[in-house]
């Protein structure tokens, strides 16, 4: 199938997504600020520039995009025109995912991933609220979870 916009216009939208101070990362700043937390942005002392480190809990929050990170939830597609360049783009994407969580690990850093289908979720759902769930795995003291529309899934 081909794409439905020429790839001028492609090429353009394409690079005009951000990969930092995207909307569900600054919807998870904004709701964990306003509980009191306070943090650093995309740290360069912390491997793999984190989108949150709060030192204070030793914690880091790397907030996903379903689709950049191959989630596997109903927001992520498969592109359907040149697919061997997205299968290894988003294989070295979360390559390097796997990679920065195991530098940071090591480094003494607990780790929460939040998918961007939670922040959704968190927005449309008022019985799901995104940023209790991230302030009580602050509070806690497991070393890695992951946020996503399903709920937090704590790990170690």
């Given at each position: 199938?081909?794409?439905?916009?020429?790839?001028?216009?492609?090429?353009?939208?394409?690079?005009?997504?951000?990969?930092?101070?995207?909307?569900?990362?600054?919807?998870?700043?904004?709701?964990?600020?306003?509980?009191?937390?306070?943090?650093?942005?995309?740290?360069?002392?912390?491997?793999?520039n984190p989108d949150?480190?709060?030192?204070?809990?030793?914690?880091?929050?790397?907030?996903?995009?379903?689709?950049?990170?191959?989630?596997?939830?109903?927001?992520?597609?498969?592109?359907?025109?040149?697919?061997?360049?997205?299968?290894?783009?988003?294989?070295?994407?979360?390559?390097?995912?796997?990679?920065?969580?195991?530098?940071?690990?090591?480094?003494?850093?607990?780790?929460?991933?939040?998918?961007?289908?939670?922040?959704?979720?968190?927005?449309?759902?008022?019985?799901?609220?995104?940023?209790?769930?991230?302030?009580?795995?602050?509070?806690?003291?497991?070393?890695?979870?992951?946020?996503?529309?399903?709920?937090?899934?704590?790990?170690?």
């Amino acid at each position: 199938m081909t794409d439905v916009v020429d790839r001028k216009t492609r090429s353009r939208m394409m690079s005009g997504i951000r990969n930092k101070n995207t909307k569900p990362e600054l919807y998870i700043r904004h709701g964990i600020h306003q509980l009191g937390f306070r943090y650093r942005l995309h740290s360069t002392q912390i491997p793999g520039n984190p989108d949150i480190a709060l030192p204070k809990h030793r914690a880091l929050i790397v907030i996903n995009g379903c689709f950049w990170h191959g989630h596997n939830c109903h927001y992520f597609r498969w592109p359907k025109s040149n697919k061997e360049f997205w299968k290894k783009k988003i294989a070295s994407n979360k390559k390097r995912d796997s990679r920065n969580i195991a530098v940071q690990k090591a480094l003494g850093w607990r780790i929460l991933v939040v998918w961007e289908c939670a922040v959704r979720r968190s927005i449309h759902d008022s019985d799901f609220d995104t940023i209790s769930l991230v302030a009580n795995w602050l509070n806690k003291k497991k070393q890695m979870a992951e946020l996503d529309e399903q709920g937090l899934h704590e790990f170690i």
